[in-house]
């Protein structure tokens, strides 16, 4: 452990060994993922720096697990034993915006939303918005390829990356993609290192798509007596060909739960809310919409009277996860079915809940098929732990039975690996470890993640 610190302090890198600053960077926001214990911090502030600290952790076999914000809910940030945790969001800035090529150069580092705001002076956005779109960085994004609120219309975070810089397990630094709008010479390798979760190299810098800001956007919320009547009301809105620009599902436990973080008046006896938006020719599509969901057993729809109030609904639905830890920890499920299964999807979260005895909210993107159950658990209780652990199991088993997936836009990170293999076949599993290999020999980086064993 001397002998790391010391070849780090040589490389001309400041390491942190204060143990209180190392544990405290140890996590993410991934629930019952404990840490390992880490070797040392360093932040780095340039590609020079990540690729010294590969070189160093190379010529030791020491593991990396690189870190932005660490705002992720699977764990692919946690430390694992003698790691030295790369921490790249210092690398902050914007680099450059294209408002011709509609292109963004970024470090890891700069916040989600910052994009949007510099673009925002051309006319143009970063489309793909987590719900942690404030504090998640680009690099962290783009390595868990996150989803979003916009997905239903825009799509995910790998749509949007044309380039990335990357330093590889040996320290060597590599180029991959284009700044063209098109390109396909060789293999896709900026699709390979999205969704890696850092165990396939260090993003350093990302070169993304900008899109025009849409010229007005309307929104409506339709109340549902059962979560039923609402997952019918989607497929309904998606089998009828309308292109939301947002779909979203709230439950009632979480209506009831964001109501007492920011009281404003939502409807807590409800079963069951959609957060609809439109922005191409949105009154039009949002009546549309809302005869659809009025058929579909909608008791009240409302349509918010401005932008402002627009925006403060969206908010609430961003706020759902804090809203939850107020009620216990939170252990997030992150599943995806085909969205014609989406209304058993919900039923068989609610039937785990119940068989389990445990509390269970569900916020959906629902226009992707994509939920989230939120499962209250109360660590210092073992029963309590084992309730969740038991529910959360079931969700991902209803998912693969659905012909559906253990993770939508969350990743694998710790808290998923050993129901990787469930998912994938024999084949397919071989290969991503042969990948693995083939770029991460010493298996360095970000051990213990996405693949089991």
Known sequence: MTDLISALTGAGLE???????????????????????????????STEE????????????????????????????TAVDGAILLDVSPMDRILSIDPVNRLAVCQPGVLNAAITAAASEFGLRYSPDP????????????????????????????EYVLGLEVVLASGEVMRCG??????????????????????????????????????????????????ADAGRAVTAIMAAG???????????????????????????????????AADANPAEELAAIEALCT????????????????????????????????????????????????????????????????????????GDGNLHPNIIVHPEDPASLEAGRAAFDEILEMALAMGGTITGEHGVGMLKRDWLAKELDPVNLAVQRRIKSALDPLGILNPGKVLAG
Request: one cysteine or more; proline letters at 5%; aromatic letters at 4%.
């Open 15 to 45: 390491p942190v060994t204060d143990a209180d600053v190392v544990a405290a960077h140890s996590v993410d926001h991934a629930a019952l993922v404990p840490p390992g214990r880490a070797a040392a911090l360093i932040r780095a502030r």
């Open 50 to 77: 990540v690729s010294a600290v590969l070189r160093v952790a190379a010529e030791f076999g020491a593991p990396v697990v690189p870190q932005g914000a660490r705002t992720g809910l699977a764990g692919a940030a």
């Open 131 to 158: 719900g942690s779109w404030q504090i998640s960085t680009i690099g962290g994004n783009i390595a868990t390829a996150a989803g979003g609120m916009c997905c239903v219309k825009y799509g995910t975070t790998p």
């Open 178 to 227: 284009r700044e063209t709008a098109k390109g396909v010479a060789g293999y896709d390798l900026v699709r390979l290192f999205c969704g890696s979760e850092g165990t396939l190299g260090v993003i350093t810098e990302a070169t993304v798509k900008l899109s025009p800001v849409p010229a007005g956007r309307l929104s409506l919320a339709a109340v549902f007596g059962t979560t």
């Open 242 to 276: 309308a292109q939301p620009s947002l779909l979203e599902l709230i439950d009632n436990v979480h209506l009831r739960a964001l109501e007492a973080l920011r009281p404003m008046g939502l409807p807590t006896e409800a079963a069951a809310m959609l957060l609809v």
């Open 295 to 366: 058929a579909a057993g909608a008791s009240e729809v409302y349509r918010a009277t401005d932008a402002a109030e627009a925006d403060a609904l969206l908010e609430s639905r961003r706020s759902a996860y804090h809203a939850m830890e107020r009620l216990g920890t939170v252990l997030v499920d992150d599943i995806a079915v085909p969205r014609s299964r989406l209304a058993e999807a919900l039923d068989g979260v609610q039937a785990a809940a119940a068989r389990h005895g445990v509390v269970i909210g569900v916020i959906a993107h629902a």
